[in-house]
Every structure is written in structure tokens, then in C-alpha cells.
């Protein structure tokens, strides 16, 4: 049965810095491109930042320099660091597992998302 399952997210003030991490389960880690995406209440589910399978990156652009993807393929697991925090910033987090290196929401396997707040 595959599984991601997201943590890390939470509330923080302007600045500050969380670390969202992605478990998987259920199929090959190291085989799949995994990313993060983000939905703002109203707005359409974005992407955040993406990595290959061999660890290539690419980011949206506003969020390079603010957010680091990162993946560990020995303990099945994705990362998003994420520094100097802003307010729209504020969405629900999905992490991403896909087969190809796919930039849209569709497709995939998803984790169930976890909430960032950033506010005062």
C-alpha cells in the first residue's frame, strides 16, 4: 500500500523556519522524482520545489534561496526546508512522489498535507 505521509508543519512568525519531512511506503523510493506543493485557501495548488531521482533540483522562482528540497532514499524520505517564512507563505503542504519529472498537479502519489501558518 503506497503511503506518504507529511509532518513538520505548524504555525511560526514571520522569519522563522520549519522543516517539513515525507515519509514513504509501498514502493521503490529511490525510483520516483519526489516534490512539494502548496494550496493557499481560494488559490490552485502550486509547486514548491522538486527533486529528481538523482537529486537534481528546481524551485519557483520566489521561493529559491528560501527553501531547500532534500531527500534521504535510505530512510524514504523528502524534505522541505523552509527559512525566512513570510505570511503568503500560509497553505496546506503536499508532498509529491512521481514517476517523471512532472512540474503540474496531476499524477502521482500524495501525502494528505500538512498545515504552515505564518503569522504574527
Known amino acids: 500500500q503506497v503511503q506518504l505521509v507529511e509532518s513538520g508543519g505548524g504555525s511560526v512568525q514571520p522569519g522563522g523556519s520549519l522543516r517539513l519531512s515525507c515519509l514513504a511506503a509501498?514502493?521503490?523510493?529511490?525510483?520516483?522524482?519526489m516534490s512539494w506543493f502548496r494550496q493557499a485557501p481560494g488559490r490552485e495548488r502550486e509547486l514548491v520545489a522538486i527533486?529528481?531521482?538523482?537529486?537534481?533540483?528546481s524551485y519557483v522562482h520566489s521561493e529559491k534561496g528560501r527553501f531547500t528540497i532534500s531527500r534521504d532514499n535510505a530512510k524514504n524520505t523528502a524534505y522541505l526546508q523552509m527559512n525566512s517564512l513570510k505570511p503568503d507563505d500560509t497553505a496546506v503542504y503536499y508532498c509529491?512522489?512521481?514517476?517523471?519529472?512532472?512540474?503540474?498537479?496531476?499524477?502521482?502519489?500524495w501525502g494528505q498535507g500538512t498545515q504552515v501558518t505564518v503569522s504574527l
Open positions: 509529491k512522489a512521481d514517476r517523471i519529472w512532472r512540474l503540474t498537479p496531476e499524477g502521482g502519489y
Open positions: 509501498g514502493f521503490t523510493f529511490s525510483d520516483y522524482a
Open positions: 527533486i529528481s531521482r538523482t537529486g537534481i533540483t
